[in-house]
């Protein structure tokens, strides 16, 4: 669990860095003067259609190779393990299909977006390097995650990407290039760290290729070809299931719209940074743990990841919904996007509901009943969709949020009770139920006592003592044994420096 905890805190320290550099670029796009909102929508389109065509093009591939990488590692040497290799060909037959339909269904696009839409339509074909690059990059990246050396890639998706991102936006906002310039740069985002990637692997001497098939995939191929054929309809439906909202509002309402839920889900993703670097970095450490049926590592891990992640869950929304309101005013954000608050503060209770649960999709995962994930997967899609498409008819751009809650607990319900009757693992105790109480107090009590101070020195006021509640009360409640571990390792480092 300490190696875990160090680059967890590694990680979302370098993650938070990126999220600083993307709340800069994000200001960018949405301050007086810079970018319209249908060009801002324009560029968070591509995105939603890179990760679409990442879901389709892996082919399920890469589930595989961070399941599977330690068996490989164990009766391999490095330099015969062909599973790499086997990743990477599977996800250049995917690409080229992949590409192949989106060539194909051109026209149908251009029918679906060109009404509310159609500054998009002159760069479709530009989201095709864009989204190369990014299953490329993301091949290379569950390639580290399975060498536990998620630090790196982190950086390279968080913090570098974001900083090139920002060169790019610089040059247009100066007017140095024009908007058709700015997005053939933008499509080349991932390309660019996709080769730093593949530069520092070869460097480290982690980068090999066999084209021999190994004696493990001949032993395993079966149960491999199974979990990816599984994995791959669960990949495909989650990646639909995250994105329908963006492309529902940019279709159906136009990209102003979509900018708008755009930006209110970005702000909202500040919530679950802290998740997505445990889940990374948890994910070779429970395939190993299942492997070697280490049971005891396993709960740990879930327990742990469940009342941290619900802490510095319920910290970051409380800092970001006290607020947000007041940023977009010293910010000098365009007007427009507080039509998003109350986005925000759904999706922000969405995202603590996730967080709570603990890496339950990585446990599911990597265990011997990995087809569930499929399964609770084409749950959520089937939650999602129709509520999105109903609420957006009926609430308009705030639908898309009531219809992730409601997809939320119900998908995480079901996996709670899954791991809970199969294996007796459940993660909640009373720390938990303290915690929330916690955070309900410490936001209600920052609320009402210092909503009406307006400026920077309410935002300062309000972050302060909100923060200062919550963390008071985790060391004084003792909701982690984390907390402590770190303050006893403060105190140590002091006493050497004083040395």
């Known amino acids: 669990m300490a190696g875990i905890r160090k680059q967890t805190i590694q990680s979302s320290l370098i993650v938070y860095f990126g999220f600083a550099v993307g709340a800069f670029n994000t200001y960018l796009y949405t301050k007086n003067g810079s970018f319209t909102q249908e060009e801002y929508g324009v560029t968070r389109l591509f995105i939603n259609f890179a990760q679409n065509f990442f879901a389709f093009a892996s082919l399920g591939s890469l589930p595989v190779l961070y399941k599977f990488y330690p068996y490989y590692k164990d009766n391999l040497p490095d330099k015969k393990n062909d599973l790499l290799t086997l990743v990477c060909l599977v996800s250049l037959a995917g690409c080229i299909l992949v590409s192949a339909c989106g060539i194909i269904f051109e026209p149908y696009v251009v029918r679906k977006f060109s009404e509310h839409s159609g500054l998009f339509l002159p760069f479709y074909f530009l989201v095709f390097p864009f989204s190369i690059g990014f299953l490329v990059f993301s091949v290379l990246e569950s390639y580290a995650w399975a060498l536990q050396t998620s630090v790196i890639t982190n950086a390279l998706k968080e913090t570098v990407l974001r900083i090139i991102t920002t060169l790019f936006i610089v040059l247009f906002y100066f007017q140095l290039i024009n908007f058709n310039q700015f997005m053939y740069l933008f499509s080349s985002l991932y390309i660019i760290i996709a080769v730093i990637l593949i530069i520092f692997l070869w460097k480290t001497g982690r980068l090999h290729f066999s084209f021999s098939i190994s004696r493990v995939t001949k032993k395993f191929y079966k149960k491999m070809l199974g979990l990816q054929l599984f994995v791959f309809g669960g990949v495909c439906i989650n990646a639909v299931a995250i994105t329908i909202s963006d492309l529902l509002i940019a279709s159906k309402q136009g990209l102003a719209d979509a900018a708008i839920f755009s930006l209110a889900s970005y702000v909202a993703n500040f919530i679950e940074i802290p998740q997505r670097s445990l889940t990374s970095i948890s994910t070779g450490v429970l395939s190993r743990a299942w ?124 996996r709670y009770e899954f791991l809970r009757r199969k294996f007796s693992m459940q993660p909640f105790n009373t720390e938990t139920l303290y915690a929330v109480v916690l955070g309900v107090i410490a936001v209600a009590g920052t609320y009402f006592l210092f909503s009406g101070i307006e400026g920077w020195t309410g935002i300062i006021i309000r972050s302060a003592l909100f923060s200062g509640i919550l963390i008071a009360g985790i060391f004084l409640l003792k909701l982690t044994p984390d907390a402590m571990h770190l303050v006893g390792v403060a105190k140590t480092r002091i006493q050497d420096w004083k040395k």
Do not use: C
């Open 291 to 414: 492997k070697d049926k280490d049971f005891e590592t396993i709960n740990r891990v879930y327990h742990r990841s469940s009342i941290n992640m619900l802490l510095l869950a319920v910290f970051v929304f409380g800092n970001v919904w006290l607020n947000v309101a007041q940023g977009i005013t010293v910010l000098h954000i365009q007007n427009e996007y507080a039509a998003g608050l109350g986005i925000v503060l759904i999706l922000g209770i969405a995202k603590i509901i996730d967080a709570g649960t603990g890496v339950n999709s990585v446990i599911i995962t990597t265990s011997t009943l990995w087809k569930f994930e499929f399964y609770t997967n084409v749950i959520l899609l089937a939650l999602r969709i129709p509520l999105a498409y109903f609420f957006i008819e009926k609430y308009g751009i705030i639908g898309p949020a009531y219809a992730e809650i409601i997809s939320q607990v119900v998908y995480n319900f079901i």
